[in-house]
């Protein structure tokens, strides 16, 4: 009897491990299958108009942080979107690793503002079609007090002074960077060179200079915290003014001028580019009267004055864009 029951239960048993195995197979045969990506269009185009792709292809760009920090991607992408017919997908990184993230073949298109690293990009082969769409300029903030006295001085007397000081009193002056390799961050070498100083020998100065390692607006909560000085651009300083206690000390200067700049992947030097008709027509969209317009006026409700100033006809070289004494406005 006792065989006779150990048998019953071990054929039960194996009865209900098929059953399982028969529901799991039909579960798994039920799963949807995986979507497919979405063909693209590897061929170049030299039509200036937006091409309707059907269905949703997904366009990828690299983008320094200061156009997501100011809430600027978010007002334009999803109008690009809806006139092109696609996804479009946003990394927001310095502008460093947006043009890494173009070698890679990671993006289709890239937007910085860096001359010197863009040149370096194009000469290389990696980016195509470079046209500047708008521009800002920098600045200098600091603590209310300003403690160091670099109001009203030239960008490059202004960071040997702060530099001078952190040096001789690290307990009461700071100086946060960005230190990501951004268009900030090379920004701020070229006014140290023009300082006189070696960057390396500022990095190796003393605890007083911070490299924090993240985008612009983090930067400003850090200064702020810190009471530090801080090299930002205008644009993220005026969207974070109620969120920061930092002053705008420096202003003026022809080293502030800060040139944003859309640049294609070149298809022939990068094979995972393919989408080139949709990046010359997401160029020819930004530099267009309709955008540019929307450009200029963005931030003016808010804050009394644009955020970017744009660059009509996207053919704009640095050495031709209007001096900083044109269009600067002090911050109030």
């Not at 019953?8 to 098929?18: A, D, L, P």
């Not at 370096?120 to 200098?140: C, D, M, Q, T, V």
């Not at 944003?260 to 997401?282: D, G, H, Q, R």
Request: net charge negative; proline share 6%.
């Amino acid at each position: 009897m006792k065989t006779l029951y150990i048998n019953r239960i071990y054929r039960v048993s194996i009865s209900i491990v098929i059953t399982c195995l028969v529901l799991i197979s039909m579960l798994v045969g039920c799963a949807p299958a995986a979507p497919q990506p979405a063909a693209t269009d590897n061929t170049s185009s030299q039509n200036t108009s937006t091409p309707i792709i059907p269905g949703k292809a997904r366009f990828k760009i690299a983008t320094t942080t200061s156009l997501y920090d100011t809430g600027l991607w978010n007002y334009l992408e999803p109008m690009f979107e809806k006139k092109a017919n696609v996804e479009l997908d946003i990394v927001y990184a310095g502008t460093g690793i947006a043009l890494e993230y173009g070698r890679r073949g990671d993006v289709d298109a890239v937007v910085v503002h860096d001359p010197a690293a863009e040149a370096k990009f194009i000469a290389e082969g990696y980016g195509i079609n470079k046209r500047s769409f708008a521009f800002n300029h920098f600045l200098i903030a600091g603590p209310d007090d300003d403690p160091v006295g670099i109001k009203g001085l030239t960008p490059e007397q202004a960071l040997k002074k702060i530099y001078e000081a952190g040096v001789s009193d690290p307990t009461k002056v700071k100086f946060i960077s960005r230190g990501d390799n951004s268009g900030t961050h090379s920004k701020e070498k070229l006014i140290w060179k023009a300082a006189g100083l070696n960057y390396e020998d500022v990095q190796k100065s003393g605890p007083w200079y911070i490299e924090a390692g993240k985008g612009m607006g983090p930067c400003l909560l850090m200064a702020s915290e810190e009471g530090a000085y801080i090299l930002c651009d205008i644009s993220t300083f005026l969207a974070f003014k109620g969120k920061v206690d930092v002053a705008p000390l420096v202003e003026q200067g022809d080293l502030f001028l800060n040139v944003y700049s859309v640049i294609e992947i070149n298809p022939e030097k990068i094979k995972t580019a393919k989408m080139l008709p949709t990046a010359k027509a997401f160029t020819n969209w930004l530099i267009s009267d309709e955008v540019q317009d929307l450009i200029g006026n963005y931030g003016v409700a808010e804050y009394g004055r644009s955020l970017f100033n744009p660059l009509k006809g996207g053919g704009c070289i640095e050495s031709g864009c209007p001096k900083l004494e044109d269009y600067t406005v002090p911050v109030e």
